[in-house]
DNA sequence: CACTGCGATGTCATCTAGTGACATCGCATA
DNA sequence: TATGCGATGTCACTAGATGACATCGCAGTG
């Protein structure tokens, strides 16, 4: 490797959840980051994209995840049913890790710009949905109108998930999300002006 | 007014427009922009909070009319369809304005800021909604999920309402989106492992 | 063992977004 | 005529982001 201490990416996003958590994303720089770190500012751009970018680094291997287990599905299982069973590995994923969950919600839910690149990365997962949904023969618009459903129904259940008192299993609040879907769709009539 | 050419304001949203077409936005300066429109750069954050504002800035307006739709819907009505009749009132605002839409789009789509900006307007709509159907008398999470749920009908009818090769009108596709959802939901049997 | 390629980092310069503080002009109204 | 106020200009500055190039030292290679 290097001359100098190795892992510098693991120092540079612990320090910058440490510095996001004590001051706030707004009031840490990256130089603050970099200096605890024990790196140069310069540095901190060849790891993350942007200042952003430290919290949401694994959202791409989440994505691949949720993907896979669509792929998986059985091609018989009804689209909103498929993408049920892919949405919930997230499940299986974070739903151990509630606590560092919420405090990484909380620094997000602070911030504006944070929340944007949340809702962004969201929207990538859902055009990854949409993809493999048209792979299992949905047309494009049902593929797109699913796949939004789908991860509407994730930020609902997610929401409920971290804000309920006690941990209820995320699995098992995404599960019944999609049940209260079914159940709002069926008392729809559709009766509109 | 002030002692320079009065519509500042409109000026900048023009001549921002047109260099976002023409150039694209990251090419485009704040400082082209204040030239082109006569004034300081200082002045067109006097406008705008920051460079992406500009092309968001009808979205309150718009937020506006869903949320007086959703008031005035009847109590009785179930609430996917209150919020489908809600939604429906965007198409009465920019349904009319298909290639306007169009070219809008076109520059959003191409950056990713642009983007994430669009997509944080939508989430605002979705809490508003959220709040709307709270006060129906929803409970916190099925408000939630029903909003979320909405926005995402609202997603994909939009962007097929502007993909397609011909005007179908916004406010059908909306309708028949909603629809749709509620096939797929019936048709879904919830047996996920 | 000396040489060399290469990866990781530092250094420096620069652009641009965004913000605060204060000056300036001129219309409207007293 | 005097004055207050709204809209804009001017200036200075912080910080995020990026490009170009230098530097160090490990891993091989002959």
Redesign the interface.
């Known amino acids: 490797m290097g001359r100098w201490e190795p892992g510098a990416e693991g120092r540079l996003r612990d320090a910058a959840m440490q510095l996001y958590i004590e001051h706030g994303f707004d009031q840490t720089t990256v130089a603050d980051i970099a200096e605890r770190a024990g790196v140069t500012g310069r540095t901190f751009f060849r790891y993350f994209a942007d200042k952003r970018e430290v919290l949401f680094a694994g959202a791409a291997e989440l994505e691949r995840r949720v993907i896979d287990a669509l792929e998986t599905a059985p091609r018989a299982?009804?689209?909103?049913?498929a993408v049920?069973?892919a949405i919930?590995a997230v499940g299986d994923m974070i739903g151990a890790h509630r606590e560092f969950s919420r405090q990484r919600q909380a620094v997000i839910e602070a911030t504006?710009e944070l929340?944007?690149?949340e809702?962004?990365k969201l929207?990538a997962l859902s055009v990854a949905l949409a993809d493999g949904l048209r792979r299992r023969g949905l047309s494009t618009?049902?593929a797109?109108?699913?796949a939004?459903?789908g991860?509407?129904?994730f930020?609902?259940a997610f929401?409920?998930w971290l804000t309920a008192s006690r941990d209820r299993g995320l699995a098992r609040v995404i599960?019944e999300?999609?049940?209260?879907?079914?159940a709002?769709?069926?008392?729809?009539?559709?009766?509109?002006?």
């Open positions: 299982v009804a689209p909103l049913d049920a069973i919930g504006p929340q944007e690149r809702l962004i929207a618009t049902e797109k109108l699913v939004e459903t991860v509407a129904v930020r609902a929401e409920q599960r999300s999609f049940a209260r879907l079914r709002l769709a069926a008392s729809s009539s559709g009766s509109v002006s």
